[in-house]
């Protein structure tokens, strides 16, 4: 292909090409280097002369408040319909979604609720302070019952549950543990014994008043009948002042005016406590009234007597203090004729008590 010809001024001339591709190489400093150049500034803008800005409605811009609320209620639905398919999910694979078996349960009765004064209540403080009382001896082990009295470990059972024993007593708590035990003093004419066990952390009974009873009032019997620690059964004050005869062929005979109790008691109960309706101890369970015949088992008929704990206490006390008990007793004497002043009366201590006649014989428990 040919060159094609110079089509810029000839040297030395002024011509100009009439081609239009060099129409403007006389304002073009870059295509003429003759051509003259000058630098523009560009003029300051008045004040109130400015344009009107105008925003880009595609550049992206700060976020309102409608904004800033919307997101976390869109992640809170998010958030609770994957919790919800998950439960469901759940609820699924664990059989929450089978037969529904019973209806809905309603609010519990009163009797139901378990209020401190109720009988579930006075059972769930009294429970603690009851002891099952074992003693070895020469033919097997006897078992009884007892009660916490103090919080150094002072027991209170019946006598005749230690009787015949060698001396060595074991307790067992209400929660299943168990402590050797010392024998600090017995009271058979009384039936009232007094052990000791080694162990912090007991918890006494509360005592009530047994002179304040009437009949009628509502009692619960607890213990450790054939056997069954923890056993409580329920009942009313049958009668008061009951003159009781208890005791075992050879052994001593007892009188005491007993509270009477239509209360479960039965053969391992002895020693146990009888509480009031305030989960106060009241009395001592002692014996039964049975309709066997001699020296066969007896068995709970709905009669049962037991200790006034206002003796049973003094007894107590003076067990710790002196290592037995003592008591008053009314001595008399009748003379022939003629003997006068001889056949006065008077009081005189005595560690026996005053045979009285008592109507039936109870068996102890």
């Known amino acids: 292909m040919a060159a094609a010809p110079y089509a810029g001024p000839t040297p030395g001339g002024s011509g100009v090409d009439p081609s239009p591709w060099w129409s403007d190489a006389l304002a073009d400093p870059w295509r003429d280097p003759a051509a003259p150049a000058a630098v523009v500034v560009p003029a300051v803008v008045a004040a109130g002369t ?22 976390p209620v869109i992640t809170a639905l998010l958030a609770g319909t994957l919790g ?4 469901y999910a759940f609820a699924v694979r664990g059989g929450a979604g ?19 004064e109720s009988l579930a209540g006075v059972a ?33 059972t019946n006598d005749h549950v230690l009787a015949g024993g060698s001396g060595n007593a074991s307790v067992t708590f209400n929660d299943g543990s168990t402590a050797p035990a010392t024998v600090v003093g017995q009271d058979p004419e009384s039936d009232i014994a007094v052990i000791k066990v080694s162990r912090t952390g007991l918890r006494p009974v509360e005592f009530g008043n047994s ?12 213990g450790s009948p054939l056997s069954l620690a923890n056993t409580v059964t329920a009942g009313i004050v049958s009668a008061l002042d009951r003159t009781m005869q208890a005791g075992e062929p050879g052994g001593p005979v007892r009188y005491y005016a007993a509270i009477q109790t239509d209360a479960a008691v039965n053969h391992g109960n002895s020693g146990g406590p009888l509480v009031d309706g305030a989960g106060r101890v009241v009395g001592v369970n002692s014996t039964i009234k049975s309709l066997v015949a001699e020296g066969q088992e007896a ?15 003094r ?16 001595g008399a004497q009748v003379g022939g004729p003629g003997a006068g002043a001889a056949a006065a009366s008077g009081w005189r201590r ?14 102890a428990t």
Do not use: W, Y
Request: proline residues 10%.
């Open 211 to 222: 002179d304040a009873l009437a009949v009628g009032d509502p009692v619960l019997a607890v």
């Open 84 to 87: 919800g398919a998950l439960g």
């Open 124 to 156: 769930e403080r009294v429970l603690p302070s009851v002891v099952t009382v074992r003693v070895s001896s020469l033919g097997g082990t006897s078992e009884g019952s007892g009660f916490i009295a103090s919080a150094d470990g002072h027991v209170i």
């Open 98 to 116: 089978a037969t529904v078996l019973g209806a809905e349960a309603a609010q519990a009765p009163a009797l139901a609720q378990r209020k401190p």
């Open 315 to 330: 007894v107590t006390q003076d067990i710790i203090g002196t290592g037995k008990a003592r008591r008053t007793v009314i």
């Open 350 to 363: 005595s560690s026996r008590p005053g045979r009285r006649p008592a109507p039936g014989c109870g068996s």
């Open 50 to 71: 400015e344009p009107e800005p105008v925003t880009d409605p595609d550049a992206p811009g700060r976020p309102t408040m409608r904004h800033l609320l919307l997101i």
């Open 299 to 313: 068995g709970n008929i709905g009669l049962a007597f037991a200790i006034p704990i206002n003796q049973a206490k």
